[in-house]
């Protein structure tokens, strides 16, 4: 009999009505998940406005209605758990520490908890007091790189390192699309063309990037720079500079929002990918990129470290440095683009997409599972 694994999500997404609705939402998380039916049995359960049962790719999803009180949730829970006799719970989410003392108390004692980092950070007070409590039930932590369990661990909250592995927490289906007919579609010209991907706020600190692309064009002219955004904290300070600056004018275009599904040809269509950011979690705008060649120029943080294996599958700089991203900017014209283009999309496909995830969970469980 194969082992059951429950994916749990303690997030509350009332605006979710429907399991279609919530199945494409979060299909970058759940990716892995058709990918281990060989050897489990995936059940994966999110909180929506609606209840019921859906099989999708050999997984069974299922929703619990959000509404009534904490007693009658858990009740739903210890339930449910007695009834499907998971052998490992992952948990989405460092921050839920009181959910997961209450889930480890109405579970069997033979069951692994594991729990998955998505950039959360430690908690202070009565929240850190809890973590370090929850610790005592979680056997096992995923990190999309063991630098970012560092703080964890300082804090003393992570009992070690020991009990941290690495696996991405999520990927994308993204693939390259025609190159050609891309930049047709979105009339891209030019060779030294950039995307950036991502909110307008401090963290990802589109600042700096306009800062060094600013130099940059004292060398490249013909450079362009267009920028897709949902959260918009940082325009008006953005278009401010464009509008004393007629060179950063001529070649940045703010894109603004777009729909996901026209993703795949801007990554195509594009030559660079462009993060300023400080902190991630992971990187799934980078991931995306990557999955379509589109080469990353990013900054030196542990999640980018890792999804880049150093830098060896893209470019890293010193994160707030304009000067350090401006000299990396100013290497891209030696590279064959073909080639590390070629060479990210077989990099991404072997290490990076839902599948290496999948053998790579399924690697930690069966390790934990052994013992």
């Excluded at 275009?253 to 993703?263: C, P, Q, T």
């Amino acid at each position: 009999m194969k082992p059951v694994l429950i994916d749990f999500s303690f997030d509350l997404l009332p605006e979710l009505t429907t399991p279609e609705e919530a199945l494409c939402t979060h299909a970058a998380g759940f990716g892995y998940a058709k990918y281990l039916w060989k050897k489990f049995r995936v059940i994966i359960i999110e909180q929506i406005k609606n209840e019921g049962d859906i099989d999708c790719d050999h997984v069974r999803y299922h929703f619990f209605n959000t509404k009534g009180s904490i007693a009658r949730f858990f009740n739903n829970y210890r339930h449910f758990i007695k009834r499907n006799r998971p052998d490992i719970i992952l948990i989405q989410g460092l921050i839920f520490p009181l959910e997961i003392i209450l889930l480890r108390f109405i579970s069997d004692k033979h069951i692994v908890f594991i729990a998955q980092h998505h950039g959360e950070e430690p908690g202070k007070g009565i929240k850190k007091i809890l973590q370090k409590a929850a610790d005592l039930c979680i056997n096992a932590y995923l990190f999309t790189s063991l630098d970012n369990a560092q703080s964890w661990v300082n804090k003393r909250i992570i009992k070690g390192y020991h009990k941290c592995f690495e696996v991405l927490e999520g990927s994308t289906s993204f693939e390259k699309q025609d190159r050609d007919q891309s930049r047709a579609r979105l009339n891209m010209q030019g060779h030294h063309n950039f995307l950036w991907v991502g909110r307008l706020n401090a963290n990802k600190d589109p600042l700096t990037v306009l800062a060094a692309f600013e130099d940059y064009l004292n060398i490249c002219a013909e450079a362009k720079l267009f920028m897709i955004f949902q959260e918009e904290t940082l325009l008006p300070e953005l278009k401010f500079i464009l509008a004393s600056n007629e060179a950063l004018s001529q070649a940045v275009s703010f894109i603004g929002k777009i729909a996901h599904e026209e993703l795949p040809f801007w990554y195509s269509a594009a030559d660079f990918y462009i993060s300023g950011s400080h902190r991630e979690g992971s990187g799934f705008a980078l991931l995306e990129a990557m999955a379509c060649g589109c080469i990353p120029v990013v900054t030196n943080i542990p999640s980018f470290r890792k999804i880049t294996d150093n830098g060896k599958y893209g470019f890293l700089y010193e994160p707030g440095n304009a000067h350090a991203l401006s000299a990396t900017l100013q290497t891209l014209n030696k590279i064959n683009r073909k080639k590390v283009s070629e060479d990210i999309i077989q990099y991404f496909v072997e290490t990076l997409s839902f599948k290496s995830i999948a053998d790579r969970l399924s690697s930690v469980c069966e390790k934990l599972i052994s013992k």
